[in-house]
């Protein structure tokens, strides 16, 4: 039989790049803390990229700095070749239109409609017309299974809907970065399985770059393609979920492989189980 002839792909080209980023808060007593040390990340284009590590580590920092929600007292932050850190704060509010973010606590206008939601924006930025602006909500609204809830408000939602409005607000300018900074907290054990299969599906079908913050190694292993994991607010490891052969060197690491092995020998178990069934 002919050998198959295998070729590495190419690597993808990062569509994010922290160089050197550190950040520093002022502490009340006048101290300072260091919540982010000299961090150099790059995430490739069209990866789901997730920050694990415990909490206080610094993830959430790490990632409010790719949008200088956050911003570093050192480093540079570059974002689909731009470099954010050089902008001036014009500039910098038309580049964060390339990057969508979404909250534990989903943060929604609570006396706005769903429609207005996802709306906001659009409205803010550009010079769109009312019907453009109704075209793209409709699409995002689809596009998160929500269509039929356009009228309605937050407080009317569950929490995977509210998730599902957040989601649709971040997509609605058509950014090609996603950031998430532990969207599935809040939720119980099958909305959180639904909204990943959402945010799965907006990195599939429309190629957005997704980089999640998660304590949940579940998460991550349904999830994400790479993993930084984050420790008093330095990257001390980093892989590809699925190379389960490199040796972890955290112990978030090697938890999060345990869990992978615990889940497929348990899989391999529940097919064994439905084979013997069928005979
Ligand atoms: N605005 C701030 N002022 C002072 N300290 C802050 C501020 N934001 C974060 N910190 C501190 O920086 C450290 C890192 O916080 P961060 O929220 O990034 O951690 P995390 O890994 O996301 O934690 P968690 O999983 O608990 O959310 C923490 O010790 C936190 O108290």
Redesign the pocket.
């Known amino acids: 039989m002919a050998s198959a002839v295998t070729s590495a792909p190419p690597p993808a080209r990062p569509l994010i790049h922290l160089d050197a980023v550190s ?1 520093r ?3 009340p007593d006048g101290r300072s ?1 260091e ?2 040390r000299d961090v150099s990340l790059q995430v490739p284009a069209g990866t789901i990229f997730g ?1 694990i ?12 700095l790719i949008n200088l929600l ?1 911003r570093p007292d050192s480093g540079r932050v570059v974002v689909d070749g731009q470099e954010l850190t050089a902008m001036s704060k014009a500039q910098l509010r038309k580049a964060r239109q390339n990057i969508g973010m979404i909250f534990q606590q989903f943060n929604l206008l609570q006396n706005a409609t769903v429609f207005e939601n996802v709306a906001f924006p659009l409205g803010l930025h550009g010079r769109r017309s009312k019907a453009e602006i109704a075209e793209r909500v409709a699409e995002c609204l689809e596009l998160v299974g929500l269509s039929d809830k356009a009228s309605s408000y937050p407080a009317q939602l569950s929490g995977g809907q509210k998730q599902r409005v957040a989601i649709a607000r971040a997509l609605a300018p058509r950014p090609q970065v996603m950031l998430c ?2 969207p599935t907290s809040a939720l119980d054990t099958g909305t959180t399985r639904s909204v990943l299969q959402t945010l799965r599906e907006i990195n599939q079908k429309l190629g957005v770059t997704i980089v999640i ?1 998660t ?1 949940e190694l579940a998460v991550v292993q349904a999830l994400c393609d790479r993993v930084a994991v ?1 420790e008093q ?1 330095r990257i001390v490891e980093q892989f590809a979920v699925a190379d389960q052969a490199t040796p972890r060197l955290s112990t978030l690491g090697r938890e999060l492989l345990l869990e992978q092995q615990r889940q497929h020998i348990l899989q391999r178990w529940e097919s064994g189980q439905l084979a013997e069934r069928a005979s």
């Open positions: 950040k808060f002022a502490l803390f919540a982010v920050l590590g415990q909490s206080g580590a610094g993830k959430s920092t790490l990632l409010r956050e900074d532990e913050v304590h984050v607010g």
